[in-house]
């Protein structure tokens, strides 16, 4: 079964400053899409970034990338720039047929 | 972007009752729809996958006869919370992929239903 992992359970973070976010997974599948999302405390889940396994260069959008190191099963979250606006809960997911999602890590970022 | 929605947003029942949750994709067919289950400061558990047509494919654990899910149509499922007890109170998000499968795709996430059994 897929696992996907989440070290890092709460982080704080200096405005400005970029910040990683750790995310691993295993999988013996070859086709397969890792996803990162926002979910503030409203709830709502917003797409952040999607890197599939077979795509060769790290996903981008905007402030957002994807560390892809596909060998070691990583698949971390740099968000550069931090804003007070990002504070709010990040979880990693993998997806073959159904989405799967790590613990999450709650992310504060202070002024 | 697609768009999913929930109904209702937020509900409180009496234990012992059923709660009906709608997830209706509003701008876009979908085959398939997934319900999950978020507590309190904890993470997204899938519950089931629903199927357009046919019946859902439940996670383990997860009681089928307790959580009825009906996908009837390419646009709405709904999950139906039966005999609901203070340990069903919970966040129940549906999300909803327009797209035939595969992994090269996203998932787009309804506004979630937050469910208080009293």
């Known amino acids: 079964a897929q696992k996907i992992t989440q070290t890092q359970p709460g982080m704080f973070v200096q405005e400005k400053e970029a910040v990683t976010l750790d995310c691993t997974y295993d999988?013996?599948?070859?086709?397969?899409?890792l996803f990162w999302y926002k979910q503030p405390s409203s709830g709502e889940m917003i797409f952040l970034i999607y890197?599939?396994?077979?795509?060769?260069q790290n996903a981008t959008e905007g402030r957002y990338s994807l560390n892809f190191q596909k060998a070691r099963k990583s698949a971390n979250l740099v968000i550069s720039a931090s804003q007070l606006g990002d504070s709010a809960m990040y979880f990693c997911?993998?997806?073959?047929?159904?989405?799967?999602f790590g613990k999450g890590t709650r992310l504060h970022i202070l002024p | 972007g697609a768009v999913v929605s929930q109904h209702p947003s937020r509900v409180i029942c009496k234990s012992g009752t059923s709660v009906k949750i709608e997830c209706r994709s509003l701008?876009?067919?979908?085959?398939?729809m997934f319900w999950y289950r978020q507590f309190p400061k904890q993470s997204l558990m899938l519950m089931a996958t629903?199927?357009?047509?046919?019946?859902?494919?439940?996670e383990q654990g997860v009681e089928k006869d307790k959580f009825l899910i009906n996908h009837a149509s390419l646009t709405l499922s709904t999950l139906t919370v039966t005999s609901a007890h203070p340990e069903d109170s919970s966040f129940y998000i549906c999300?909803?992929?327009?797209?035939?499968?595969?992994?090269?795709?996203?998932?787009?996430f309804g506004p979630g239903t937050r469910l208080t059994v009293l």
């Open positions: 629903s199927n357009e047509g046919s019946k859902a494919t439940y």
């Open positions: 701008d876009f067919q979908a085959t398939t």
């Open positions: 890197q599939g396994s077979y795509d060769e």
């Open positions: 997911a993998f997806r073959d047929d159904k989405i799967i």
């Open positions: 999300s909803a992929n327009p797209f035939s499968g595969g992994a090269e795709n996203e998932q787009f």
């Open positions: 999988t013996s599948d070859q086709s397969y899409g």
